[in-house]
């Protein structure tokens, strides 16, 4: 039992380059959320699936697009990386009523 | 809208000593709490939560918080740091429903101090 598994770990990208990080869970849930976390800034929602076949933006959304693949997948594509975008990356799924939030161990993303 | 505050981005204590680190929160509705750890170059990993229960909640490795409403504070104790406590801890808010957000605060950084 994995619970969330991120994809990749670490990921160094040229300005203008395009990639998507996948995120998968085995835990049944319903909703699944991608965040970045920046230095001094928390973690910040980029976009929000709340079921299979819905996604919403968060409160970062820009530069981003998301698909929810199935019940166990939603993944986060960068269509031309830039620099603002290096952080890393958490992908999590909160279980029922949000009364908590498990999540992946994150993707490292370096834009140069 | 709800969010989280979290007063100081870093403090710094003594092995030993008392731990406080602040969150303050806003929401329109009863509101589920959280803190959670990560220690360097890992996930995020639970350490408690309030759901409306029981006001004072116990998490691991000896931390814990109490829900004031009248203050609108989640604050995180530990009455004695260890040297492993040193890691970022964020506190998050959501509510109860499927449709809500989990909204975190920007972090604290404890470090210890031999």
């Known amino acids: 039992n994995a619970g969330v598994t991120q994809t990749p770990k670490f990921q160094v990208l040229k300005t203008g380059q395009s990639m998507t990080l996948q995120c998968a869970q085995d835990?049944?849930?319903?909703?699944m959320y991608w965040y970045r976390q920046d230095p001094g800034m928390g973690l910040r929602l980029i976009y929000y699936?709340?079921?299979?076949?819905?996604?919403d933006k968060g409160e970062v959304p820009n530069g981003y697009n998301v698909s929810r693949l199935n019940k166990r997948e939603f993944s986060l594509r960068l269509e031309s990386a830039a620099p603002s975008q290096t952080s890393v990356y958490f992908c999590?799924?909160?279980?029922?009523?949000?009364?908590?939030?498990?999540f992946g161990q994150g993707t490292r993303l370096t834009v140069v | 809208a709800q969010s989280v505050t979290q007063l100081g981005s870093h403090v710094s204590v003594s092995e030993g000593a008392l731990v406080l680190l602040r969150c303050n929160y806003s929401?329109?509705?009863?509101?589920?709490l959280f803190w959670y750890v990560q220690y360097p170059n890992q996930g995020l990993q639970l350490l408690l939560k309030y759901t409306s229960a029981a006001t004072l909640v116990k998490g691991i490795n000896g931390f814990e918080a109490e829900f004031k409403k009248s203050e609108t504070s989640f604050h995180l104790t530990k009455p004695s740091a260890h040297m492993s406590d040193a890691a970022e801890y964020f506190c998050?808010?959501?509510?109860?429903?499927?449709?809500?957000?989990?909204?975190f605060g920007s972090g604290t950084r404890l470090s210890i101090r031999p």
């Open positions: 929401s329109s509705v009863p509101p589920y």
């Open positions: 835990m049944n849930h319903n909703s």
């Open positions: 699936s709340a079921s299979e076949g819905t996604t």
């Open positions: 998050a808010v959501s509510e109860y429903s499927s449709a809500s957000k989990i909204i």
């Open positions: 999590a799924t909160p279980g029922t009523y949000n009364t908590e939030a498990f």
